[in-house]
């Protein structure tokens, strides 16, 4: 079955940085685009991040723009999300989300990113 697991979440203060990674395994991952999402404490869910199945195209929120990075490792089955600058703002849980046809790809558990200022 699908299982996506990411890693790499902790505890910063502002202006640092952290990276993130979610493996992957239970599909053909490079048939897929892969998201990065967040969900912040008492709001809905963000999508930050994005990248294609080659990872040759890539899409960034406004609100991370310029300070988050995704990228994909084909060979490894995973994808990451690099975090520079970090604000409080960007306390949330990251989760990493597939692509699907249709509606909502399957996501993982999640791991917790907290900024203190």
């Known amino acids: 079955q699908v299982q996506l697991v990411e890693s790499g979440g902790g505890s910063v203060q502002a202006g640092g940085s952290l990276r993130l990674s979610c493996s992957a395994s239970g599909f053909t991952f490079t048939d897929y685009y892969m998201y990065w999402v967040r969900q912040a404490p008492g709001k809905g869910v963000e999508c930050i991040s994005a990248?294609?199945?080659?990872?040759?195209?890539?899409y960034a929120a406004d609100s991370v723009k310029g300070r988050f990075t995704i990228s994909r490792d084909n060979a490894k089955n995973t994808v990451y999300l690099q975090l520079n600058r970090l604000e409080s703002e960007d306390t949330a849980m990251y989760y990493c989300?597939?692509?699907?046809?249709?509606?909502?790809?399957?996501r993982g558990q999640g791991t917790q990113v907290t900024v203190s200022s």
């Open positions: 989300q597939r692509g699907a046809p249709s509606g909502s790809g399957p």
């Open positions: 990248i294609s199945s080659g990872g040759g195209s890539t």
